[in-house]
C-alpha cells in the first residue's frame, strides 16, 4: 500500500457561532490543509497518482474559501467554519472529485496554526 501527502495552504477569516470566549469575534488563520490519499499500485510510470493532479483539485476547493469570510460561504453559513468541519468539507469534496482517480481518501488535517489541527477520516 503506498500513502501519498500534499499540503496546500489558504488564509480566511472566521467566527465559531456560539462559541464563549474570543474565537467568537471575527480572527483569520494561515490555513495548512494536509491531504492523504493511498493506492494498492502504482501505474506504468510507477505512480500511484499524479502530486500535481491532487494539488490541483485540492487547489479547486481552497480558491473558493482564499481570503473570504468562511461564515458566509456554504456550508459554512449554517454550520460553524471550525477546522473539524473544513477538513469533513475538503475530504468529501476532493473524494468526489477524485472518483477517476485509483486512490482512497485517507484523511485530510486542516491547521490553524502551527500548534493546533483537525483530522477528518472515515473508517472502513
Not at 3 to 9: G, K, Q, S
Not at 41 to 59: C, H, N, P, R
Not at 61 to 83: G, M, Y
Request: hydrophobic residues 40%.
Amino acid at each position: 500500500m503506498y500513502e501519498l501527502t500534499i499540503i496546500r495552504t489558504f488564509s480566511a477569516a472566521h467566527q465559531l457561532r456560539g462559541y464563549r470566549g474570543n474565537c467568537e469575534d471575527l480572527h483569520g488563520h494561515n490555513y495548512k490543509v494536509e491531504v492523504k490519499v493511498k493506492a494498492g499500485f502504482l501505474d506504468e510510470v510507477g505512480l500511484a497518482a499524479d502530486f500535481k493532479l491532487l494539488k490541483e483539485k485540492t487547489d479547486l476547493i481552497l480558491e473558493t474559501w482564499d481570503h473570504k469570510f468562511l461564515n458566509e460561504i456554504p456550508p459554512f453559513d449554517q454550520v460553524n467554519p471550525s477546522a473539524e468541519n473544513l477538513a469533513a468539507e475538503v475530504y468529501h469534496r476532493l473524494e468526489a472529485s477524485l472518483n477517476q482517480v485509483p486512490v482512497q481518501m485517507v484523511s485530510v488535517t486542516v491547521w490553524e496554526s502551527d500548534t493546533a489541527a483537525a483530522t477528518y477520516t472515515e473508517t472502513t
